[in-house]
């Protein structure tokens, strides 16, 4: 009121001086209010996301004995990515991932991590492959708050306790391996053995395999160990051979499997082999080539040659417009985790964040989602989606059969 009062007393000349004064005034603060606003909008962005395009990180064995699961897994995935993005993405959003080598060692994978969420900026992470690696990562991602995608592993770590960054599309190795044993003395055989990698992914199998024989009262005749990225198999062997159990359980990647295999075989052995998915069913077929004739693996994906599931004959079509002509479980696995991490994408919304993200995947399940064949089951109070487990048998020309 005073100051109405001041300039209603002033000349006209005075009035004008004081009009531009305060047009000067606005045009020095005004740009100044827009970048101090701009910088506090900025500031609440979300790592990985911008307009364009969202950031996810993976790190997995693209070289090395492991290198296929990764390079399946990783294939899958961006088949489905691809066919999102030409549709304009999430959104509006495109879906990219940054890769990183980690061989299979827990220590690079950790390395990767770090890098993939401080340097690369990345929204989540997405299909890693192995428990190792996995549990190398879980603290780091933890602190960082970033959502942990689709691992390809069926360890417990990353079960339980619940974690809230962790979501599990795959079945559990206690799934897995329960279904092995019960198969197996369904038909009979009670004299089992166990042959595994010696680190968290073959000890969290081997726990499988003595939980589900302790159930049917039944107890291990042996068990052996190799290295990780290791195919010295002789000492396994050398422990296993002198048992003669009627059927084997590996717990292992391709390549020490497949020298495992070979090996009893030309030592005398007629047992049976049976596998957990995260071998790598086709890379340990190639490997094995006529000698993998009737070895069992059990698997966490429907059979990627059958057109009866919807999401089978979706991922058949997208693979062949990429590109890659061959189906393989792995390549499968990518597919369907890709497809159920867009799913949460969108039911996030577009003002993405991480937490969005967590909510909306927790919102994913079979009576609200349609996974083509492939049920998914997530909760505030779960994050495992699926407890699939079927199982196959590899045929003389290096194919399969369920």
């Known amino acids: 009121m005073i100051y109405a ?17 305060h047009r000067r005034l606005l045009s020095f603060a005004l740009p100044l209010v827009i970048g101090v606003c701009g910088f506090v909008s900025a500031s609440f962005a979300e790592s990985g996301v911008t307009d364009q395009k969202i950031l996810l990180g993976q790190s997995a064995a693209f070289s090395g004995p492991a290198a296929q699961l990764g ?15 030409e549709q304009g993405g999430v959104f509006g959003r495109r879906i990219e991932i940054v890769k990183a080598d980690d061989r299979y060692e827990a220590d690079l994978a950790a390395a990767n991590t ?20 996995s549990n190398a990562a879980l603290p780091i991602f933890t602190e960082a708050g970033v959502p942990f995608f689709a691992p390809v592993t069926g360890a417990q770590s990353l079960r339980e306790p619940l974690n809230r960054q962790v979501f599990n599309v795959r079945a559990s190795y206690f799934d897995e391996t329960e279904h092995l044993v019960e198969k197996l003395a369904n038909v009979g055989i009670k004299s089992i053995a166990v042959f595994y990698q010696n680190d968290a992914y073959g000890r969290a199998g081997l726990e499988g395999v003595q939980r589900a024989m302790k159930k049917l009262n039944l107890e291990m005749v042996e068990s052996a160990t190799v290295e990780r990225n290791s195919t010295d198999v002789s000492k396994a062997v050398g422990k296993i051979l002198p048992k003669r159990p009627a059927a084997v359980i590996q717990i292992s990647a391709y390549a020490s499997c497949a020298a495992y295999i070979k090996e009893m075989r030309k030592a005398g052995y007629n047992g049976q082999f049976y ?3 995260f071998v790598g069913s ?34 058949v079509k997208l693979m062949g417009k990429s590109g890659v002509r061959e189906s393989n479980f792995s390549s499968l696995e990518g597919f369907i985790a890709a497809k159920v991490f867009v799913e949460g994408l969108k039911r996030a919304g577009k003002d993405l964040t991480r937490a969005k993200l967590v909510k909306a995947l927790e919102s994913i399940n079979m009576k609200n989602y349609n996974g083509g064949g492939f049920d998914v089951n ?6 495992n989606g699926s407890t699939f487990v079927d199982m196959t048998m590899i045929t003389k020309d290096k194919k399969f059969m369920n």
């Open 282 to 315: 086709q890379a340990l077929a190639d490997t094995l080539g006529k000698e993998g004739e009737g070895v069992v693996i059990s698997q966490v994906v429907p059979f990627p040659w059958s057109s009866s599931a919807p999401v089978v004959a979706e991922y």
């Open 275 to 277: 596998n957990v998915s």
């Open 378 to 383: 997530f909760s505030g109070s779960n994050h």
């Open 5 to 21: 009062r001041s300039i209603a007393s002033l000349d006209q000349h005075q009035k004008v001086a004081i009009m531009h004064l």
């Open 71 to 85: 390079i399946q897994m990783n294939a899958g995935a961006k088949a489905y990515f691809d066919s999102v993005n």
């Open 114 to 133: 770090k890098r993939l969420i401080e340097q690369d900026d990345v929204f989540a992470l997405f299909g890693y492959v192995g428990t190792p690696t």
